[in-house]
């Protein structure tokens, strides 16, 4: 009779996590739909099929519900990239996989990109920096390959190869609606790693 009561709080726990996973994901096409300003506590809520207030049991306000979207993206890029580099049998394959790990991001998640965009400034002050901070490190993970590949350029210069690329993975997929998803995809590793110019390096 033990069992049943041992596996009951994770039932309700898993049930838990899946409600507040479904209002991120809920959260990131609201607001890249209407903003920030413009989706309700109780908007959020409806969207999963539970009431305004309810939203307050996985979430302190909507203002937290944007940080942990946008945080927990960055998060996720930071570890995620960290892994690919771990992974890699060398620096070209690192960045390859790189490449190929944001453009996955960018083409999965462009609503996320697009919160993130036009709504950083609605976060808290310790929130935005939180993103700012784990950016920052994603960036350098890129610089301190592409370093490795490229040791006689200056990391400044980079450090601006690998943001305008961010900048092409990111926005691309916005306009490729007559693309198919397959070429979108070739074309975004291409492009990325002509800009990083690690292109004869592609694998």
Same mark, same amino acid.
């Given at each position: 009779?033990?069992?049943?009561?041992?596996?009951?709080?994770?039932? =309700?726990?898993?049930?838990?996590?899946?409600?507040?996973?479904?209002?991120?994901?809920?959260?990131?096409?609201? +607001?890249?739909?209407?903003? +920030?300003?413009?989706?309700?506590? /109780?908007?959020?809520?409806?969207?999963?099929?539970? &009431?305004?207030?309810?939203?307050?049991?996985?979430?302190?306000?909507?203002?937290?519900?944007?940080?942990?979207?946008?945080?927990?993206?960055? /998060?996720?890029?930071?570890?995620?990239?960290?892994?690919?580099?771990?992974?890699? %049998?060398?620096?070209?394959?690192?960045?390859?996989?790189?490449?190929? +790990?944001? %453009?996955?991001?960018?083409?999965?998640?462009?609503?996320?990109?697009?919160?993130?965009?036009?709504?950083?400034?609605?976060?808290?002050?310790?929130?935005?920096? &939180?993103?700012?901070?784990?950016?920052?490190?994603?960036?350098?993970?890129?610089?301190?390959?592409?370093?490795?590949? &490229?040791?006689?350029?200056?990391?400044?210069?980079? =450090?601006?190869? %690998?943001?305008?690329? +961010?900048?092409?993975?990111?926005?691309?997929?916005?306009?490729?609606?007559?693309?198919?998803?397959?070429?979108? =995809?070739?074309?975004?590793?291409?492009?990325?790693?002509?800009?990083?110019?690690?292109?004869?390096?592609?694998?």
């Amino acid at each position: 009779m033990a069992q049943p009561q041992e596996t009951l709080p994770t039932a =309700r726990g898993r049930a838990k996590a899946e409600r507040r996973d479904a209002l991120l994901s809920s959260a990131a096409q609201l +607001f890249a739909s209407r903003g +920030f300003d413009g989706v309700s506590i /109780e908007d959020l809520g409806s969207s999963v099929g539970v &009431s305004g207030p309810a939203v307050y049991r996985h979430f302190a306000s909507k203002q937290a519900v944007l940080a942990a979207l946008l945080v927990g993206v960055s /998060e996720g890029l930071l570890v995620g990239g960290r892994a690919v580099v771990e992974a890699a %049998a060398d620096d070209a394959s690192a960045l390859t996989g790189l490449v190929r +790990f944001h %453009a996955d991001f960018a083409l999965r998640d462009p609503d996320v990109i697009r919160v993130q965009d036009r709504d950083l400034a609605a976060l808290s002050p310790r929130d935005r920096e &939180s993103v700012r901070d784990l950016q920052r490190r994603y960036v350098d993970l890129w610089v301190d390959v592409l370093s490795r590949l &490229s040791p006689a350029t200056e990391r400044a210069e980079l =450090r601006l190869r %690998a943001q305008a690329t +961010f900048g092409l993975l990111n926005s691309t997929p916005h306009s490729a609606r007559s693309v198919t998803a397959a070429r979108t =995809r070739a074309l975004l590793e291409e492009m990325a790693l002509s800009a990083l110019g690690q292109d004869a390096r592609r694998s």
